[in-house]
């Protein structure tokens, strides 16, 4: 499956974004899909997830109650939308794709996207 992610530019702290992921090739409903971030210097970490039907998802502590993952099978998308956005939350945003259940691990996930930048400004 090849991942196509959009959607990041510069925002002020406490503005809103929505991320978008477009998904081509094989079932996308049969992946969970998740959104991972990586800041300079630092490692690739988890953001969010949700399952194959997209009734269940899971937060980093970082982004809970304040990101929306959510997926439209029928679109083959899924979204990240980013709300109260913090200058912490400034990184590379990747969508990525996985056949198992939904988990938080990156060695879980097969296929990656390409990464949009989101800088939030002080």
């Known amino acids: 499956v090849q991942l196509q992610a959009s959607g990041g530019g510069l925002v002020q702290a406490g503005g809103s974004l929505r991320l978008s992921c477009a998904a081509s090739?094989?079932?996308?409903?049969?992946?969970?899909m998740a959104w991972f971030r990586q800041a300079p210097g630092k490692e690739r970490e988890f953001v969010a997830a949700?399952?194959?039907?997209?009734?269940?998802?899971y937060y980093a502590d970082s982004v809970k109650g304040r990101f929306t993952i959510s997926r439209d099978n029928a679109k083959n998308t899924v979204y990240l939308q980013m709300n109260s956005l913090k200058p912490e939350d400034t990184a590379v945003y990747y969508c990525?794709?996985?056949?198992?259940?939904?988990?938080?691990?990156?060695?879980?996930?097969?296929?990656w996207g390409q990464g949009t930048q989101v800088t939030v400004s002080s």
């Open positions: 090739g094989r079932a996308f409903s049969g992946y969970t």
């Open positions: 990525a794709a996985g056949p198992g259940d939904i988990s938080n691990l990156l060695s879980k996930y097969e296929y």
């Open positions: 949700t399952s194959r039907s997209g009734i269940s998802t």
